[in-house]
Every structure is written in C-alpha cells, then in structure tokens.
DNA sequence: CTCCTACATCGACCGACGTCAATCTATCCC
DNA sequence: GGGATAGATTGACGTCGGTCGATGTAGGAG
C-alpha cells in the first residue's frame, strides 16, 4: 500500500485507507476495538463489550459492524454468543501508510 | 499516548485519537495529505494543491482546516501564498497508537 | 415445543460532514 | 488609492453517521 508521503497516489488506494482511518475516527469504536485487540489470541466476548464502552446493545453492534467491515475484525459465533477478534494485518496496513 | 490494544483506555485518549483518525477517514483530505507530506521541508503552495485533488477552493481550503486542526499539518503565509508543511511528529503519534 | 438469552437488524431522529457559489480579507503591483 | 490574485469564511443543500427503542433471529435450557 502506497504510504501517505507517496507522491503517486492511486483514488482507490485512498478509498481504502480513508475507509480504515473513518472506522478508527469513532472514539467508541476505538475503545472497542481496544477492547477487542487486549485479547489476540482468544477474542472478547460481545456481552463483555457493551457495558464497558456505555452505549445501547444496538449501537454497539453497530460499531463493531464498522469495525468487520473495515476489515479490522472479525466475528464468530460460538453458540449463543459470538466473539470477536483483531486482524493486525490491516492495523500494520494502515499503521504502514502513516510514513 | 495509549496504544489500541492497551487496557486501560481513557475517554480522553480515545477522543483525541479519533480526531486525528477521522481527519484521515476521508480520500481526499488523505489525497491532500499525501501531497504535502511529499514536501516536509520546503512544503506545498495550497495553489498547487486545488488542481491535483479535483475540488473547488473552498472545499480544499475546508479540508486543509480539518487537517489542521486535527494537528496533522501546519500553514505559514509567505506573502500572498500559504505553504503547509506536515507534522511527523503526529503522524508519529497515530502510527504508534496503532499497535 | 416453549421460554429465555445474546446478538443483529430496522426505523426514526438529529446533528455532523462534504460540497460549491458567493463573499470577505489580505497581499502584491502599478 | 485601485485593481488583481490567493486563500479563508459564510451560507445553503443533500447526504451520512451515531444513537436508541422496537423488533427479528438463532441458539440453549427445560
């Protein structure tokens, strides 16, 4: 991925980040996904999730929406709950264009 | 400054952070960004920067006040021109938090 | 099958955002 | 001063986004 200091500068390498940095330009999505990136290896529970950041259940879901579909995590279920867990691969992506 | 992954997580840090992530959640400011930070000594001419992005003046001089104050870039006027130049430093700062 | 729980989706409200035309401000040159 | 130019500001418009209550859906317990 081009970095930002990059003088070629593709429309849609810039759609793509922009839509990586707008998810991350929530401060509850950030703090979910602080939440959510504390356990790497196993993943967080949703019910663990909505207490912690005070919003409504729906509005939580919605943020973690943003969040899957700006690839920075991913979902699964596991019976009645379902648990979420960080991708670093597109944290050090966008991490990687801030140069 | 807390990095995502962090436990603790202030309100605080998660608002200033966003802010600084939000600035970046657009194409075009990104596009604009990506301008300037390909010059950080000498920096950019906004008259150079109206015709890359394919925007009016004022909606480009609107994006650079976004860029601003989200502390990502700094203007000078040099007589009739204003030159921006960028601020690693807070690049710096939202790389490092992406951890 | 029925009830309960966990999570997602829907609908609505409202404020924030991107955009441009028009205008204002400041600087330069004559 | 007067005119020209660069850039910021204002005002308006349409869209998007955050929020919640209500509802939908799917799995577990009995």
Same mark, same amino acid.
């Given at each position: 991925?081009?970095? #930002?200091?990059?003088? !070629? /500068?593709?429309? %849609?390498?810039?759609?793509?980040? !922009?839509?990586? /940095?707008?998810?991350?330009? %929530?401060?509850?999505?950030? =703090?979910?996904?602080?939440?959510?990136?504390? =356990?790497?290896? %196993?993943?967080?529970?949703?019910? %663990?999730?909505? $207490?912690? #950041?005070? &919003?409504?259940?729906? +509005?939580?879901? =919605? =943020?973690?929406?943003?969040?899957?579909?700006?690839?920075?995590?991913?979902?699964?279920?596991?019976? +009645? *709950?379902? *648990?979420?867990?960080?991708?670093? $691969? &597109?944290?050090? $992506?966008?991490?990687?264009?801030? &140069?």
């Amino acid at each position: 991925m081009a970095p #930002v200091g990059s003088v !070629a /500068f593709g429309a %849609d390498d810039a759609t793509a980040l !922009a839509r990586g /940095f707008a998810a991350l330009g %929530d401060p509850v999505r950030l =703090h979910l996904l602080s939440l959510i990136a504390a =356990h790497p290896d %196993d993943g967080v529970c949703v019910c %663990d999730l909505v $207490e912690p #950041v005070g &919003r409504s259940q729906p +509005t939580v879901s =919605h =943020h973690l929406k943003v969040l899957r579909e700006a690839g920075l995590v991913v979902s699964e279920r596991r019976g +009645t *709950w379902a *648990w979420y867990r960080p991708v670093p $691969e &597109r944290l050090a $992506e966008l991490r990687a264009a801030l &140069r």
